[in-house]
């Protein structure tokens, strides 16, 4: 599974939905221009990402930030539980930290169960 690869989905398909494509992709060519982010850095910079949103959008980057989020854990196949003190970035580093303590698990109970065989 590639992290990033669903973050920068949910990236897209979110803003798509919210601002529509030409805004979108207005967004990403400002992001490239006057802070030097590539689309494709974004999961790296989500901070930045954040910080511009919230320059660009105010008060409504929560929602941007909501739906993002919510995109990226249906496509972990995770409810999505809103946190009101919560932005983009505590999101992304909780479903990073779940991630890893699933991977964590699994990679236990496969080593657990090569054990019983032997």
Sequence with gaps: MDF???????VDEALT????TRTTQALYCYLEQNHSIR???L???????????????GA???TI???????????LGWAFWEVATFGLVDYVNR???RLARELTHQKEQSWLRELETL
């Design 65 to 75: 930030a909501k739906a993002i989020a919510r995109r990226l854990y249906s496509k």
């Design 60 to 62: 409504g980057r929560g």
């Design 43 to 57: 999961p790296e910079k989500l901070d930045v990402f954040e910080d511009v949103c919230k320059n660009l959008f």
């Design 17 to 20: 939905d919210i601002l529509a």
């Design 4 to 10: 990033d690869r669903l973050i920068l989905e949910s």
């Design 95 to 97: 479903a990073r930290i």
């Design 39 to 41: 689309r494709d850095q």
